[in-house]
Structure formats: structure tokens, C-alpha cells
């Protein structure tokens, strides 16, 4: 080998540096996967289990399954203890100290990971929106919601009547979100529309087993049918979406959704809106050389542009509701400890005062 054509000495220094991204994939779906498929709880309640016994118990193939440990070892998730009582695989720290972020996974590996994988094809001219897992989606944002838009709307619930209030949620997922809202707020009634149908048969068997059913009703369904349904006149009513109007954006058109606010408020006199949306800054190096608007954001902008959703900016949305005749009552972002971006926006809405101008 000639000088032209010699190896850098430092060529495997990089080559080490540029496949990171490959290492993060690999490890991503690896990490879901225990997830996903209960292991990750198993070790939780029961460490010290063989792969052997894991690989049975979650119906894998105990050869295969015993590489998915050897490799999580290696990147520090799993360790194997040998002799004694717990001889076996146990989560680490690290591994232990994701448990709280377990919906991050479920939304973006288990719910857009496949949606990532049709980057190439989508991108083509005329080609269409690409495929997610729906009712994946509903589940990983219904459990990143428990720690950024559930207490969001919480808060913004304060000012309204306790007794008596009815949530109607729109794109309600699998009902976690509603559920905990109206577990938080005993006096509080809760109506679930979700499209996806297994998210709407999970909606229906979550609200059933934590024994709420007296309190919510689930119907699948889209967000416009929210115009028509028949909700109690007994006490007041709050619509509420939460990165679902993103969706009715680009799937139906801005006109419908200003349709469905103006109705919703036509049909039903004095009812609220709580919509809780974001900012869409992808094009803002400031605010996206913010840590977490590199680690989250980043990729939840880009997986928006290639499916069938229409994130946009404040300003546009401040401009929609005051086309729908809505002023903001009150207005948050989430708890700048969870996230500090200030890229979601919360919105607590009611009729405009037309006399007062």
C-alpha cells in the first residue's frame, strides 16, 4: 500500500466517532424491547432470573434472547450475577433509573420507529405521508403527558368549577391522560373520543379496570364528531385536546378545525376549550441547541413533517382562536423542571365578548 492510499493512523478514532448513530439505534430498539415486551418489569419485581427462565416466561427463543442480555451487559444495562440466591440477570442503575422515561421509548421507537425507517421513500416528490403505530403513539403520549401536559392541564383546570365539570378529550389514546385527570379531581366527569380502534378498546378496558366507569365514557371516534355528541347539561363543559389539532391540520384542513371550535362552542354555550399544542421552532438554532430541544424536539419536529401531521408556531394558533371568536382565560407552559423549552403551549379558552369588541 502506497502512501496515496495508506490508512490514517487515527481512521478507527473516527470511524468509532461516526457510527455512534448506529450504536444509539441498535441500542434504542433494545431497549424498548425489554420494555415493551415485560422483561424490564420482571427484572424489576424478580432480579436474579436466568435468561433462560425470562426467555419462557415472555415466549422468546432462549438462544436469542440470551444475545439480547449478552448485549445489553455490554452497554451497561443488564449484569449477571453468578452463585448464591439471585445467581442471574439483574437490571444496573442505569437500567433502573429509566423506568420514569418508559413512555419516551413507547412513542418513539415503538410508535414512530418504523416511520423513521421510511425517511428515504417519503422524502420522494409525490410520495405519501409516511405509517406510524397508532395506538403505540396514543400510549407513549399518554405517559409522557403524566409528567408535562397532565399537570399543564391540571393547573389550568383551577379556574374552572370543580363540581360538576365534564372533560371531553379528544384523541383521548388509551384514556391514561383522562383517567388521572379525573382520579386528580373528584368531582369531575370525563368523555373519551378516540379513532384508532385499539386504542380505543384499550381506552374502554383501562377506564373499566380502575373502576371509573361511572365517571367516563369512551367512544371511538374522530374529533369532529366532539360537535355532535350529546354531553350532561348538568354542569359545565371543557373540550380538551392535546397535540390533536396538529393532526385535524393536516389531515382535514385549518378551516375544520376552526368548524369544530366555532360549533362546539355554538352547540354548547359557555363550554371551554383546553388545548395544549407546540411551538414549532425547528428552524430556531437557539432554542434547538437547548438539550432537550436537541434530544426530543429535533426528532419530534422532523416526524412531523413526514407524517400526516402540521405542527406551526404560536403566533398562528393565537391567530386561529381569535378566528373562532375565543379569547385566552389563561395561558402555561409546562413546569420548566420537566421542560424548560417553553415549546409547549397550554391555552385555557372560552367565547370571546363580541360586544366588548
Known amino acids: 500500500m502506497n502512501d496515496a492510499t495508506a490508512v490514517p493512523t487515527d481512521f478507527e478514532h473516527r470511524l468509532v466517532e461516526a457510527i455512534q448513530p448506529i450504536r444509539q439505534l441498535a441500542l434504542a430498539h433494545a431497549l424498548y424491547t425489554v420494555m415493551d415486551s415485560g422483561v424490564y418489569e420482571t427484572l424489576t419485581a424478580e432480579p436474579g432470573l436466568t435468561s433462560a427462565a425470562l426467555a419462557?416466561?415472555?415466549?422468546?427463543?432462549?438462544?436469542?434472547?440470551?444475545?439480547?442480555?449478552?448485549?445489553?451487559?455490554?452497554?451497561?444495562?443488564?449484569?449477571?450475577?453468578?452463585?448464591?440466591?439471585?445467581?442471574?440477570?439483574?437490571?444496573?442503575?442505569?437500567?433502573?433509573?429509566?423506568?420514569?422515561?418508559?413512555?419516551?421509548?413507547?412513542?418513539?421507537?415503538?410508535?414512530?420507529?418504523?416511520?423513521?425507517?421510511?425517511?428515504?421513500?417519503?422524502?420522494?416528490?409525490?410520495?405519501?405521508?409516511a405509517s406510524r403505530d397508532g395506538a403505540k403513539v396514543g400510549a407513549g403520549s399518554c405517559g409522557m403527558s403524566m409528567f408535562d401536559a397532565l399537570p399543564l392541564a391540571d393547573r389550568l383546570l383551577d379556574t374552572l368549577p370543580?363540581?360538576?365539570?365534564?372533560?371531553?378529550?379528544?384523541?383521548?389514546?388509551?384514556?391514561?391522560?383522562?383517567?388521572?385527570?379525573?382520579?386528580?379531581?373528584?368531582?369531575?366527569?370525563?368523555?373519551?373520543?378516540?379513532?384508532?380502534?385499539?386504542?380505543?378498546?384499550?381506552?374502554?378496558?383501562?377506564?373499566?379496570?380502575?373502576?371509573?366507569?361511572?365517571?367516563?365514557?369512551?367512544?371511538?371516534?374522530?374529533?369532529?364528531?366532539?360537535?355532535?355528541?350529546?354531553l350532561p347539561t348538568d354542569g359545565a363543559i371543557c373540550f380538551l385536546t392535546a397535540f390533536v389539532l396538529q393532526e385535524m391540520l393536516e389531515q382535514e384542513s385549518e378551516a375544520a378545525v376552526e368548524e369544530l371550535l366555532r360549533k362546539t362552542m355554538e352547540n354548547h354555550p359557555g363550554a371551554h376549550w383546553l388545548v395544549i399544542e407546540v411551538d414549532h421552532q425547528l428552524d430556531d438554532p437557539g432554542t434547538m441547541a437547548h438539550a432537550l430541544g436537541l434530544s426530543y424536539y429535533n426528532p419530534y419536529f422532523l416526524l412531523h413533517v413526514i407524517t400526516e401531521q402540521r405542527l406551526e408556531k404560536r403566533a398562528f394558533w393565537d391567530e386561529l382562536f381569535g378566528r373562532a371568536q375565543l379569547a385566552v382565560v389563561d395561558f402555561a407552559h409546562p413546569d420548566r423542571r420537566v421542560d424548560s423549552t417553553a415549546l409547549e403551549l397550554g391555552y385555557l379558552l372560552a367565547a370571546r365578548n363580541t360586544d366588548a369588541g
Open 56 to 129: 419462557e416466561r415472555h415466549g422468546f427463543d432462549a438462544e436469542r434472547f440470551a444475545g439480547l442480555c449478552l448485549y445489553l451487559a455490554n452497554e451497561g444495562y443488564l449484569a449477571r450475577r453468578t452463585g448464591g440466591a439471585d445467581e442471574g440477570w439483574h437490571l444496573t442503575d442505569k437500567a433502573a433509573a429509566l423506568a420514569p422515561f418508559q413512555p419516551w421509548y413507547t412513542l418513539l421507537v415503538g410508535g414512530y420507529a418504523q416511520t423513521f425507517g421510511q425517511l428515504g421513500d417519503v422524502l420522494k416528490k409525490g410520495a405519501p405521508f
Open 162 to 230: 370543580g363540581e360538576g365539570l365534564t372533560v371531553v378529550d379528544l384523541g383521548c389514546g388509551d384514556a391514561a391522560f383522562l383517567t388521572e385527570l379525573v382520579r386528580r379531581r373528584p368531582g369531575l366527569r370525563g368523555v373519551g373520543i378516540e379513532p384508532d380502534e385499539v386504542g380505543s378498546r384499550l381506552a374502554a378496558e383501562r377506564v373499566e379496570a380502575e373502576g371509573l366507569s361511572d365517571r367516563i365514557t369512551i367512544h371511538r371516534g374522530r374529533a369532529a364528531d366532539a360537535a355532535s355528541l350529546e
